[in-house]
């Protein structure tokens, strides 16, 4: 990654760059007090090549170090984990419940995911059906918008008109292995991410040494409130994709 968070303020971010001007270029040297952190598992950092004129410089975790989600970001680490005790009472309640207000999600995720396209959206819902989503047991609807964008990674050549600048992948915090973690008792607020990578050439899926920033969303179930208007087009392709899908 080549921003990360401050080692000694946890609302800042800090580049390579500015890291290696602040604490000096040597990882090994750098005492853990002053190594940047991930912003997602809070675990140190070491640079990455930091006077390679032919590589970029980056962030890395260190080896043999805690588990962190963005560690399997080669990976999508949630896809292929089914549900402890899958509930068929509420895979029928949620999917009424999302059927019933699709456009609100919609609305949520396209604010989400900039440039998001209907493709992305239909594709998420395959991948759910498929996943089986809406089977876990305490799964409620203020929370799907942000499963939803964990399904797919976004790349640019799939958004909108080809307008996304970043390839983007989207993360909770290192409590969440699966998404039955998502109700486990914590101590303090579940916590979501948004990984921003550069166009990458030849991967299938971007690494760590390709990541721009990591953003922080806050996860909450207001879009549920309100009307959300979609042009006709929009409400006609998602309600005919729907009743063919669901």
Known sequence: MQEALHPHHDNRSITVDDHILEFGNDSKKVAPPDRARCPICKQYLK???????????HFSHISGGGWCPAKEIAKNPYLGLSAKSPDIEMARRIKHAFAANWQRHYDKLRSLVPYLSLDEFTEILKIANREKIWYYKDINEGVLPYIFATLIDFTPDNSY??????W???LFDNTVRGYDDLWIYR??????WRA?????????????DDLVRITEVEISDDFLKGDVPLNSYIEKYVSDWLARNF
Do not use: A, E, H, Q
């Open 196 to 208: 921003s990578f550069s166009k990458m050439k030849g991967k299938s899926r971007p690494k760590l």
């Open 161 to 166: 008109k080809k307008s996304r600048k970043y």
């Open 187 to 192: 101590d303090v607020p579940l916590k979501f």
């Open 47 to 57: 640079i990455v090549s930091p006077s390679s004129p032919n590589t970029i410089k």
């Open 168 to 170: 983007l992948c989207f």
